[in-house]
């Protein structure tokens, strides 16, 4: 599978999880859903069409996600609305001001591995590596919110052979599924229940996928389901 490598980073990052509505929290990291919106900006595809294109990203790519640096969380409030007491009148100028508290990821910095797995999107895979080869965005992109600039760089561009079945040291996430063994480690493990499929801007419930991951620059020791890049190197892609 035709594939490549992608350093995405930032100052700031959220992607909400979606069971937290009244004080937003972000998943750890970058999401498939959130990639492919990520894609679609550096690529200039309108919002229109690009509700059409989301199932299918989502079925003809595979991305896996490793950590450059320890997640760090600060929360910060923000001001999300700002109405008129009911009943009061206009003239009275009082308003209602709401403040909200969101969670966001500090300096976030992930490599990305991205596959095409389908040929219905393969000329859209090779505009975006050349798009981020060269540095140019149509759109800017955002790591989750627009006040969230993303950077990206191609890291590498290759290929993936797989799927394989075997044992396999991990920098990136692995699924639940994966006899991963976690006693031993003297780094964080996180666990995450992401979503990986979006139809109509609506991430489909029975398509999240639950995955185990080490925090930093570090390896898990796991045994499943893994596809191996051009230098070696073992991810697991979803």
């Known amino acids: ?13 959220h992607f909400r999880r979606p069971e937290t509505n ?10 498939k859903t959130a990639l492919i919106g990520m894609m679609g ?6 919002r229109g069409e690009m509700r ?12 896996g996600v490793r950590f450059r640096k320890p997640v760090r969380k600060e929360t910060h409030g923000f001001i999300v609305r700002d109405a008129e007491y009911p009943g ?19 300096e976030p910095h992930f ?12 000329d859209h895979f090779d505009a975006f590596r050349k798009h981020v080869a060269q540095g140019k965005a149509q759109f800017p ?28 040291t991990a920098r990136c996430f692995v699924s639940s599924d994966h006899d991963t063994d976690t006693g031993e480690a003297d780094f964080h493990v996180g666990i995450d229940r992401i979503p990986t499929y979006q139809e109509d801007f609506w991430n489909h419930p029975d398509r999240y996928e639950t995955v185990v991951y080490p925090f930093g620059d570090h390896e898990l020791t796991t045994t499943g389901e893994f596809y191996e890049y051009s230098n070696g190197e073992r991810w697991w892609l979803i």
């Open 111 to 122: 490599q990305v591995a991205v596959a095409l797995q389908g040929d219905r999107v393969d």
């Open 41 to 46: 900006a550096v690529l200039g595809i309108e």
């Open 52 to 63: 059409d294109l989301f199932p299918i990203f989502s079925e003809d790519l595979l991305y």
């Open 22 to 31: 009244r004080t937003p929290l972000t998943h750890d990291f970058v999401t």
């Open 141 to 168: 992109p955002v790591l989750g919110w627009h006040n969230c600039p993303a950077n990206l760089e191609l890291a590498s561009t290759g290929t993936f052979d797989g799927p394989k079945q075997g044992d396999f």
């Open 1 to 13: 599978m035709d594939a490549l490598q992608l350093s995405v980073s930032g100052p700031w990052g």
């Open 88 to 106: 009061r009148a206009k003239a009275s100028g009082e308003r209602k001001v709401t403040r909200r508290r969101y969670e966001f990821l500090r």
